[in-house]
Nanobody
Framework: QVQLVESGGGSVQTGGSLRLSCIGS????????MGWFRQAPGKEREGVAT???????NYADSVKGRFTISRDNAKNSLYLQMNSLKPEDTAMYYC????????????????????WGQGTQVTVSS
């Protein structure tokens, strides 16, 4: 069965950086779309960034220019480099994947993603 395991979360001050990682297992065919989502307490889960199997990316406006998504298909891995972090970036961050390529485009909707990790907490203090 497909499993996604995130790591790399932590606590940083405003302006700091973190790099999240997600390791996938249980599948042999590349996921058409992988992405990062986040959910803050009392808020809905929202898309942060997605990346197709050939490396095309899509970002939420709130993170453009600060976050960079990447993946290594050979290692079934997904990454999120987060720079210039702000308190409003505080949330649980989830790795997600799907064989539906269209999920990578337009609004980043959790509905399109089939597989999810357990999440890693990111806390940014002012």
């Amino acid at each position: 069965q497909v499993q996604l395991v995130e790591s790399g979360g932590g606590s940083v001050q405003t302006g700091g950086s973190l790099r999240l990682s997600c390791i996938g297992s249980g599948y042999s065919k590349n996921m058409a779309c992988m992405g990062w989502f986040r959910q803050a307490p009392g808020k809905e889960r929202e898309g942060v960034a997605t990346i197709t199997s050939n490396g095309s990316t899509n970002y939420a406006d709130s993170v453009k220019g600060r976050f960079t998504i990447s993946r290594d298909n050979a290692k079934n891995s997904l990454y999120l480099q987060m720079n210039s972090l702000k308190p409003e970036d505080t949330a649980m961050y989830y790795c997600a994947a799907t064989y539906i390529g269209g999920a990578c485009w337009g609004a980043l909707k959790p509905l399109w993603f089939t597989y999810w990790g357990q999440g890693t907490q990111v806390t940014v203090s002012s």
